[in-house]
């Protein structure tokens, strides 16, 4: 007996989906799938809204508790770009799930195109810093920062995903852990601590090197992978992004660490100081790049001035005798 | 500082400026204290309204725009009451519109925030 491509379809989708027998919620859809869970358009019956519900492939004792830990971190971090955690269960077959705020718009890679400025890209990367600087604030770095993780929503509003990778530096936090992660206090917020299971966990390209070779990592990851971001961002930006951006990225970037930006703030201030056309700590610019800078920056000033003195000596000069 | 009190005094510098300018004149040398003067109280009168003018709109070309006619204005009204036959009309109100730009201009931007990050 054979089955039609489509029966199989159907059949696929659900072995697939969850059962949600006995929880508040009823499926209406897949909205995704990463490596470790799937990601379900689910009803809230009580509350009568739609809500994204994340739930694990299998019911694995280590992946369980790493969603369980995921949906911790994310409940502690209210901040506006970062999607708000719900409510978190089991199902019937002992799958733990949470389920987390519906979020509709476009992934950051799928948005940028040529029609982009580049003021409004920095703005975008201004607002994808702010819930990684709040997260590492509070002790947690997202150790999975890429473009496709990254939602910008309706009303340009920027949200910071998939914190499945997320890993708590803060005792006070990690005191809340299920004990899966090997955790070390950091009395230094930017001190290194050990990885899970010394295990490789991230995504090419936006991984940094420590974190590629499986070493301790600590928020300066983060800082690599948001100057992979920025480097994303202005890849075809047009006019294209000047020399002290790019200097901004290799910084962000560098292979050593310790060269690197050492919090997201100071590399959200160093690129705000190219907005207002400040000195940038990582470009080191001679007495005539910084004369031409200052030129620039108040190039509107200083014609102003120069068309008044000029005004003035023509008329003086051409003065009735 | 406020928009209205750096277009006062933005408006008093330029205005000595524009004021002692006049020495350059030998013809009105014999003047000059009354034509700073004079000069000094346009500015600032010019600089009190265009500030508050840019407290209230925030525009960076309606500021410009703004600032240009009282500063044209204003320095009609100077060249209405030179007496004589000559009233130096461009030689007034060409760089007194410009005075006048320049503090639209200075008032429009002055306070504008920058995008800074707080956790």
């Known amino acids: 007996m054979f089955l039609s491509d489509s029966a199989l379809e159907r059949l696929r989708v659900a072995a697939d989906a969850p059962d949600l027998a006995g929880t508040r919620y009823r499926l209406l859809g897949k909205l995704g799938q990463g490596g470790m869970g799937g990601v379900f358009r689910v009803e809230d019956s009580t509350l009568e809204r739609e809500v994204a519900l994340k739930v694990i492939n299998v019911a694995d004792p280590s992946l369980s508790a790493r969603l369980l830990q995921e949906a911790r971190v994310i409940a502690k971090l209210e901040h506006p770009g970062i999607v708000p955690v719900h409510d978190a269960g089991t199902l019937p077959d002992g799958r733990p799930y949470y389920t987390m705020k519906r979020v509709q718009g476009n992934r950051l890679d799928e948005l940028v195109n040529d029609s982009v400025g580049i003021a409004d890209r920095l703005r975008m990367f201004f607002r994808i810093c702010e819930p990684v600087a709040f997260a590492h604030a509070h002790g947690v770095l997202h150790r999975d920062l890429k473009p496709a993780n990254i939602m910008i929503g309706p009303f340009g509003e920027v949200l910071v995903m998939d914190w499945g990778l997320s890993k708590l530096l803060a005792e006070g936090i990690a005191s809340a852990d299920n004990g899966s992660v090997a955790e070390e206090r950091a009395a230094d917020p930017a001190a290194v601590v050990a990885t899970s299971h010394g295990s490789v966990l991230g995504t090419p390209g936006y991984m940094a090197p420590e974190q590629r070779n499986g070493e301790t990592v600590n928020q300066r990851a983060d800082v690599y992978a948001l100057g992979s971001i920025l480097e994303f961002l202005l890849q075809d930006a047009q006019p294209r992004g000047p020399a002290r951006l790019a200097a901004i990225c290799r910084k962000a970037k560098a292979e050593d660490r310790d060269v690197r930006y050492a919090s997201v703030a100071d590399l959200a201030d160093d690129v705000a100081h190219f907005v207002d056309g400040l000195p940038v700590s990582a470009y080191p610019e001679s007495v005539f790049g910084r004369a031409w800078r200052w030129i620039a920056r108040n190039r509107t000033w200083i014609l102003l001035l120069l068309a008044y003195i000029v005004v003035r000596a023509l008329l003086i000069f051409f003065r009735p005798r | ?119």
């Open chain 2, 1 to 119: 500082m406020n928009k209205p009190v750096l277009g006062l005094v933005l408006g008093g510098i330029l205005g000595i400026f524009d004021g002692l300018s006049a020495w350059f004149t030998p013809a009105v040398r014999s003047q000059m204290m009354g034509i700073v003067i004079g000069s000094t109280v346009k500015g600032l009168i010019a600089g009190i309204l265009i500030g508050y003018f840019a407290r209230k709109v925030n525009s960076l070309a309606l500021g410009i725009v703004f600032g240009l006619g009282v500063g044209l204005l204003l320095a009609y009204g100077v060249c209405a009451m030179q007496p004589g036959p000559n009233h130096y009309y461009f030689e007034i109100m060409l760089p007194g519109g410009i005075v006048g730009t320049i503090i639209g201009y200075a008032t429009q931007r002055f306070g504008q925030p920058q995008p800074r990050i707080s956790v």
